[in-house]
């Protein structure tokens, strides 16, 4: 099963891996900083399945992008098995 998807609008869904949090603050640092960048529709974490659903549009934002933004907030993210986009 796939863990990315594309609508009709042209923005992708990706299924993140998230290691590294801790709390609920964590959850809020990552989602309100995803949200606030150009490009991205929606962040969603979950803490307890250290993972993060993200709508983006990938004309704006890179799927790569993303997960440095993550990883800059000091955490690690990378596509949860069977995504299939390229971390361009």
Same mark, same amino acid.
């Given at each position: 099963? @796939? +863990?990315?998807? @594309?609508?009709?609008? %042209?923005?992708?869904? *990706?299924?993140?891996? *998230?290691? %590294?949090?801790?709390? %609920?603050?964590? *959850? =809020?640092?990552?989602?309100? +900083?995803l949200? &606030? &960048?150009?490009?991205?529709? +929606? =962040?969603? *974490?979950?803490?307890? @399945?250290?993972?993060? @659903?993200? +709508?983006?549009?990938?004309?704006?934002?890179?799927? /790569?992008?993303?997960?440095?933004?993550?990883? %800059?907030? /000091?955490?690690? =993210?990378?596509?949860?098995?069977?995504?299939?986009?390229a971390?361009?």
């Open positions: 099963m @796939s +863990t990315t998807s @594309s609508d009709i609008s %042209g923005h992708t869904e *990706v299924e993140l891996s *998230v290691t %590294g949090m801790h709390c %609920g603050s964590c *959850v =809020a640092l990552i989602e309100e +900083t949200s &606030r &960048r150009p490009g991205v529709e +929606t =962040a969603s *974490v979950d803490l307890d @399945s250290a993972s993060a @659903s993200v +709508t983006f549009d990938p004309a704006t934002i890179t799927l /790569g992008e993303i997960c440095s933004i993550v990883a %800059g907030l /000091g955490y690690a =993210a990378e596509p949860a098995t069977g995504s299939a986009p971390l361009a």
